[in-house]
Nanobody
Framework: QVQLVESGGGLVQAEDSLRLSCAAS????????MGWFRQAPGKERDFVAA????????VAAPSVKGRFTISRDNAKNTLYLQMNSLQPEDTAVYYC??????????????????????WGQGTQVTVSS
């Protein structure tokens, strides 16, 4: 079972940037589709972005498209989320997730938490106005 550990969160001001990292414990990371989700207080966990095992395909939620970029380094077993032009509404706990199934994702299945099997503990991102 892969262990996922997020890092890089913090308190920033509006329009600042942050880069989140997610370190995986196993080399099988390189075969997993990976995703980022976030959860604000009192709200459901929402999809942010995802990337296929090769990095060839990425998907982003409309609310972050053009501002956030997901990437991965399979040699380092690490997933990244570069977040630019942060806004107060981006404040949330950010989680990385791994999908162990090799079956491809289509349409809204990318956005569903149940499409992913393993989760990290999360890292807090707070954006002040």
């Amino acid at each position: 079972q892969v262990q996922l550990v997020e890092s890089g969160g913090g308190l920033v001001q509006a329009e600042d940037s942050l880069r989140l990292s997610c370190a995986a414990s196993e080399r099988t990371f390189g075969s997993y589709t990976m995703g980022w989700f976030r959860q604000a207080p009192g709200k459901e966990r929402d999809f942010v972005a995802a990337i296929t095992w090769s990095g060839a395909t990425t998907v982003a939620a409309p609310s972050v498209k053009g501002r956030f970029t997901i990437s991965r380094d399979n040699a380092k077993n690490t997933l990244y989320l570069q977040m630019n032009s942060l806004q107060p509404e981006d404040t949330a706990v950010y989680y990385c997730a791994a999908r162990s199934s090799s079956a491809p994702l289509y349409g809204t299945s990318w956005y569903k938490a149940h499409s992913y099997d393993y989760w990290g503990q999360g890292t807090q991102v707070t954006v002040s106005s």
